[in-house]
């Protein structure tokens, strides 16, 4: 546990040191301006703006994803590690991360998506050597929610700057490192977005970086040799 998460621990839902409340279905959850702030630029935005629920109250609502996901993303500020039921079944487990992964992508918590990503690589890593069929099921509720929720075009985007690619990227490698067989892959092929893409969007574009930097490397090689100054530079 770091020293911040030890610390934000002490503090959550503490009605006595709060200066804003979070509100989600019947929940109230009491919470601090400069813990969120410092979390998500998306908070720190809306408090800048005051836009409260109730201004006297200063109440803010959270809205649009089950309790569950929203109390476990304010828990995560808080220090708390992003944990599963004891009693969900590896579906309800799936569609909970996919959830804690899309509200870190709305309200930009970077550290929440990578924490759910890495939930759902064990999460596949379990099923893996359990129930083959439940594995691809897992997938394609992963490569549907890609789609429902628009976030195949920011993955795409990502070398140009878009952060929503951790999980996609870990199942990619995570299949990857498994050695996944055409007859997998075929299985997929009724999707526009098929397993074997998940590969081919996050390693092509390193390819395509590494050839041409070979490609500089070399002619600046052949420009010393023939005692030129090399015009080319590295890339960074």
Not at 37 to 47: I, K, Q
Not at 61 to 73: C, D, F, L, N, T
Not at 130 to 149: A, V, W
Request: aromatic letters at 12%; a negative charge; one cysteine or more.
């Amino acid at each position: 546990m770091t020293g911040h998460a030890a610390f934000a621990r002490k503090f959550y839902n503490d009605p006595s040191t709060s200066d804003v409340t979070l509100t989600f279905g019947e929940e109230r959850i009491h919470a601090h301006l400069d813990l969120l702030d410092e979390f998500s630029p998306v908070f720190r935005a809306a408090f800048k703006d005051d836009r409260f629920a109730n201004a006297v109250t200063r109440d803010y609502a959270i809205q649009g994803y089950p309790e569950k996901v929203i109390h476990s993303m304010i828990r995560y500020v808080y220090g708390f590690e992003l944990g599963l039921g004891e009693e969900t079944t590896s579906e309800e487990d799936a569609d909970f991360l996919l959830n804690v992964y899309l509200i870190g992508n709305e309200y930009q918590i970077q550290p929440l998506q990578a924490a759910a990503a890495n939930s759902f690589e064990a999460l596949l890593e379990r099923v893996f050597y359990r129930d083959e069929c439940q594995l691809k099921g897992i997938i394609e509720t992963l490569l549907s929610f890609y789609k429902e929720n628009e976030l195949d075009e920011d993955l795409r985007g990502h070398w140009k700057g878009s952060t929503d690619y951790t999980l996609l990227g870990t199942v990619a490698r995570f299949c990857d490192d498994r050695k996944w067989s055409e007859e997998d892959d075929e299985e997929f092929e009724e999707d526009n977005f098929e397993v074997e893409d998940l590969d081919n969007i996050q390693y092509n574009e390193i390819e395509e970086s590494a050839t041409k930097k070979r490609s500089r490397e070399t002619d600046d090689d052949e420009d010393r040799s023939e005692g030129k100054k090399p015009t080319h530079t590295s890339a960074v």
